[in-house]
């Protein structure tokens, strides 16, 4: 069935840089979802990608989705310590179902 | 954020016990899942509930048993349950059971289990 795999598992990062976490399907999605889960907390819906090629930003979040349709990346500049957290990406698998990947869970360093 | 409520937020139990955790969302949406969350591990898919249908039991144990009286309230039935069940269980709710919609997730329930 259709996984989807996201690198790094972790990514520790100095505050003030920039680092990207990229998320992989095995089969063309029809869209891509990116949620953050910090700490403790629960996965909030960050956005939506549907269009071949999209680019989105939030802030100094920039999201893409590849021509194919199969890959997709979060791009984070000059990270802060409010960045803390698990990204996931997830995309539809099969009616009902949302398939998420294991997350790129981020520390921060000061 | 006070879209999707769980409660309770913690729960200890011990594998003879039932309980039940509940999850109610105030967003007008049509359709409702759990999630289980272990450590290091991919959100799980549990159930799915559209229309007050359940559309999906991704193969879950029988000790754990749902229900969704409504299209705002939903339950999950423990009983019998095994150390290894213990995690963090999430709801969540979306507009439709199409997973082309975003889903809206509960602050969670942390169940352990002695």
């Known amino acids: 069935g259709q996984q989807v795999m996201q690198i790094p598992q972790y990514q520790h990062v100095q505050e003030g840089e920039d680092f990207t976490t990229y998320c992989n399907s095995s089969t063309t999605l029809s869209n891509i979802q990116w949620y953050k889960q910090r700490p403790g907390g629960h996965p909030v819906f960050l956005i939506q990608?549907?269009?071949?090629?999209e680019v989105k930003k939030q802030k100094r979040l920039t999201f893409q989705f590849g021509e194919a349709k199969k890959n997709s990346s979060l791009h984070i500049t000059a990270t802060q310590t409010t960045d803390v957290g698990t990204y996931f990406c997830a995309g539809p698998a099969r009616d009902y179902k949302l398939s998420f990947g294991a997350g790129t869970t981020v520390t921060v360093r000061a | 954020e006070t879209g999707v409520t769980q409660t309770p937020r913690h729960l200890v139990m011990g594998m003879t016990n039932k309980k039940s955790l509940k999850c109610e969302q105030h967003l007008g949406h049509n359709a409702m899942y759990w999630y289980k969350q272990s450590a290091k591990k991919p959100l799980e898919l549990m159930f799915v509930y559209s229309l007050e249908e359940r559309v999906e039991n991704n193969s879950v144990p029988s000790r754990f048993s749902p229900e969704c009286p409504n299209s705002s309230h939903l339950f999950l039935h423990l009983h019998t349950l095994q150390p290894e069940d213990s995690a963090l269980y999430l709801c969540?709710?979306?507009?439709?059971?199409?997973?082309?919609?975003?889903?809206?997730f509960g602050p969670g329930t942390r169940l352990t289990v002695t």
């Open positions: 969540a709710s979306s507009f439709s059971g199409d997973p082309n919609y975003e889903q809206y």
């Open positions: 990608l549907v269009k071949s090629g």
